[in-house]
């Protein structure tokens, strides 16, 4: 399995009462999609989260965040986390919220 599907789950519940949610299979694991436009999902290593350059700082001081690197050179907007910390209802919440926040600013694809 590329990703934890229990943690895909709890997720999917986040957001799955959004008219717009979509699921797509993308960076070895599954997203999750609001209009379109990437929110969050889990990968082999754990969660990531499409915060957007303005809310980076913040999202990095959520304990157990990193930038999201997966070619050798951080993802501008993006953090990810571990399993564990994903786990975390409050860590949970809190990066979902600065994403859907984020995401919330573009335009529907």
């Known amino acids: 399995m ?3 599907e ?3 789950q709890l997720l999917r519940e986040s957001l ?3 008219p717009d949610y979509s699921e797509r299979r993308m960076f070895g ?3 999750f999609m609001l209009a379109g436009n990437m ?6 290593r754990g969660g990531m989260f499409r915060v957007g350059a303005a809310q980076v700082e913040a999202a990095l001081a959520v ?3 990193r930038p999201m690197d997966f070619t050798g050179r951080p993802m501008t907007g993006f953090v990810e986390i571990g399993y564990d910390e994903l786990g975390d209802d409050d860590t949970r919440a ?3 919220a600065m994403a859907r926040s984020h995401v919330a600013t573009l335009p529907p694809k």
Do not use: S
């Not at 929110?39 to 082999?44: E, I, S, T």
């Open 63 to 65: 304990p157990g965040t």
């Open 16 to 18: 799955a009462e959004a």
């Open 2 to 4: 590329a990703y934890d």
């Open 39 to 44: 929110v969050c999902g889990v990968h082999r």
């Open 29 to 31: 694991g599954l997203c």
């Open 6 to 8: 229990g943690m895909a």
């Open 94 to 96: 809190a990066l979902l």
